[in-house]
């Protein structure tokens, strides 16, 4: 059957009406960035279509050819961070989401650097997810200035933030029973100076890994506890940090936190001026030494495709899907411009060898979450825009984990539109 494309929101495309959307989740939770189009990283013009306000979406499952099962709400939010800036609590009541940076006034459309010059954010929005047909924003609460991400701990009890602003660029939030923050513990005394770029708790809920952007470095923190109440009482900085690659993205543990695994970007002068550089990106494999005895160090590193900013990791720990840019974000007239961008598939082993199986590519631009769904089976990747004219959407694209001694990649026949600048995802399972 011819497919068709329908110009409103929250359509699923069908290929054939015999086939189901294969994904086994309550719901998907995502956020969109408005304010901007992918190109204006490189050349600052905003693009942005009238009326479009940033958005958090809310996707229950099952879905059916012409749902309604998506309900969009207005949440600040943008896409100049990595890939933290939403979370979710363990309950999936709430989602905590960074406002990295603000909404530029409606006159100017265009800025020589959007990285330096868009208006600064400065808070996190806390939205009720408690029933997913009905999201609600409750508050909002500062933070510092340009917030880059955000997690939360494994009991629900904290969350890390890392932002731009001097003494709180690392500072963990005390929640109470409604997910409120009543308290800061600020930054170990002795740590390293510079801008943080990523946070990652330890699923054993008592250390957080953190990457310094200028030192090219990830560092572990150690965190001390009240034994009475477990209460945290401070941070302590744990071993030396270790330099990783280029340009180091965000990072994530195994889920039984035995190794870390964090992406190289490759980009910069540095990158370029490597022996046999050839624009493709990098997944490193780290293992803390989590008792301070000795150092932390590599175990080993595997190429991936370009830009690989997103990845996720596999519930049984087995397998790593890395999202690859490539430049798919240049202006479309750009002689660099990829209308493609691609997924590697990775296989990790317990001793750490992370190897590489092959690459898929697919059409859409600036793909930067993935997740996989509660079986492991699927996952769903984040679209920020598609190749189209007219009326521009952003999506989840959804791909079979097809698995065996040499696991496979199959893209599903189905397409989830929302709107332009979808960019960051996360599953109620």
């Known amino acids: 059957m011819k497919k068709l494309l329908i110009s409103i929101f929250f359509i699923v495309s069908i290929n054939t009406f015999s086939q189901k959307l294969s994904f086994d989740a309550k719901a998907i939770i995502t956020i969109s960035d408005a304010d901007m189009a992918a190109s204006a990283y490189i050349d600052g013009k905003f693009l942005k279509e009238k009326g479009t306000k940033d958005a958090l979406s809310v996707v229950k499952f099952p879905l059916e050819k012409y749902s309604e099962e998506v309900k969009t709400i207005g949440v600040s939010n943008s896409v100049l961070n990595w890939t933290k800036g939403m979370v979710l609590s363990p309950n999936n009541h709430i989602a905590y989401v960074v406002e990295t ?16 010059d868009f208006p600064a954010g400065g808070f996190i929005s806390v939205v009720d997810i408690s029933d997913l047909a009905q999201p609600k924003v409750l508050y909002k609460f500062p933070t510092g200035k340009n917030p880059i991400a955000v997690e939360i701990s494994p009991d629900g009890e904290y969350l890390v933030i890392c932002s731009e602003e001097y003494e709180k ?3 963990v939030l005390e929640l109470d029973t409604t997910g409120k923050p009543i308290r800061i513990i600020n930054k170990p005394k002795d740590f390293p100076s510079g801008r943080i770029t990523d946070v990652s708790w330890h699923p054993n809920n008592n250390y957080i890994a953190f990457t310094l952007e200028d030192s090219k470095e990830v560092g572990l923190i150690k965190i001390a506890r009240d034994g009475p109440t477990g209460k945290i009482i401070r941070m302590d900085l744990l071993g030396h940090p270790l330099k990783v690659g280029n340009f180091p993205g965000a990072g994530q543990f195994t889920p039984d936190g035995k190794y870390y695994l964090v992406p190289d970007l490759k980009w910069g ?7 046999g550089y050839d624009g493709k990106g990098d997944m490193f494999v780290l293992k803390f030494n989590l008792e301070g005895t000795s150092d932390h160090f590599l175990i080993t590193k595997t190429k991936v495709g370009e830009s690989p900013e997103g990845f996720a990791i596999s519930p049984d720990g087995n397998m790593v899907i890395v999202a690859n840019m490539k430049k798919s974000y240049y202006p479309w007239e750009s002689l660099e411009f990829s209308k493609n961008s691609s997924l590697s598939l990775l296989t990790l082993t317990t001793d750490g060898t992370l190897t590489n199986i092959g690459e898929y590519e697919f059409e859409g631009i600036l793909p930067q979450n993935i997740a996989f769904d509660k079986s492991g089976n699927n996952i769903a990747v984040t679209v920020f825009d598609y190749f189209n004219f007219g009326k521009h959407f952003g999506g989840i694209e959804f791909w079979k984990v097809i698995k065996g001694t040499k ?23």
């Open 101 to 116: 940076r603000g909404t530029p006034q409606d006159n100017i459309s265009e800025l020589k650097n959007v990285n330096a």
């Open 169 to 171: 660029e690392l500072q």
């Open 269 to 275: 002068a540095d990158a370029k001026s490597e022996q």
């Open 407 to 429: 696991p496979t990649l199959q893209k599903q026949d189905f397409k989830l539109f929302l709107p332009r600048g979808c960019h960051a995802l996360r599953i109620v399972k």
